[in-house]
């Protein structure tokens, strides 16, 4: 089983509020992942996490806060977005280090 | 650079064989993958090649890999409209902190015709 879920599919918000993204995998992966991805682009690594501590942040705007609470959860804290934070938003999960599997996406959009 | 280069765009009729092509830059690289994107959907894994061999293949899927140029090509013989999605090449690099890096190319968009 290769499965990395995430809801919500779809989520919609306005600029003042506070909403989270949500990641599972149960394939005892050890390092998770976020990206955004944009239209017709490829994706942007944002945030990685090794061993549940946080190894990378591409210099990510503090208005998007990563947790990683166990092994198996990951998720993406949202408040305060612009509208070109809209996009899709990825989540991936790896053996350390080994092939990334990703999640179907979260499709974001910020009003 | 750490630039992975591909075609943005390849139009072939149903049944023909299509050829995807990539370059990367970093010589010490060891895994090259292929992902697919459906529209609206998340990346699936189509295959991987190891930077030790020139060849793989799976199903209609064929994977080559010239190290000297730097060059990788994905090749999906008898391709079908359920084929037309993104294809992005991408080259990963292992930093230090137990973790691998993806560098993806733009992405090949494939439309496949009747």
């Known amino acids: 089983d290769t499965e990395v879920t995430q809801t919500p599919k779809h989520l919609v918000m306005g600029m003042t509020n506070k909403k989270s993204l949500k990641c599972e995998q149960h394939?005892?992966?050890?390092?998770m992942y976020w990206y955004k991805q944009k239209a017709k682009k490829p994706p942007e690594l944002m945030f990685v996490y090794s061993y549940e501590k946080l190894s990378i942040n591409e210099s990510v705007p503090s208005r998007f806060s990563p947790e990683c609470p166990n092994s198996s959860l990951l998720n993406l804290h949202l408040h305060a977005l612009q509208p070109e934070d809209s996009a899709l938003y990825l989540c991936?999960?790896?053996?350390?280090?080994?092939?990334?599997?990703f999640g179907p996406g979260t499709r974001l959009t910020v009003l | 650079g750490e630039d992975v280069e591909q075609s943005l765009f390849l139009s072939v009729r149903e049944g023909d064989s299509s050829v995807i092509n990539c370059t990367y830059t970093?010589?010490?690289?060891?895994?090259l993958y292929w992902y697919k994107q459906e529209p609206g959907a998340g990346l699936q894994l189509l295959t991987y090649i190891f930077s030790n061999m020139d060849m793989k293949q799976d199903q209609r899927l064929t994977v080559l890999l010239n190290k000297k140029d730097k060059h990788l090509s994905l090749r999906i013989a008898d391709t079908q409209t359920g084929d037309s999605a993104i294809y992005f090449c991408?080259?990963?690099?292992?930093?230090?902190?137990?973790?691998?890096?993806?560098?993806f190319g733009a992405g090949t968009r494939l439309a496949v015709h009747p």
């Open positions: 991408a080259e990963r690099r292992v930093p230090s902190g137990g973790y691998n890096k993806l560098i």
């Open positions: 970093d010589s010490s690289s060891t895994y």
């Open positions: 394939m005892g992966h050890r390092a």
């Open positions: 991936a999960s790896s053996q350390v280090p080994d092939t990334q599997y």
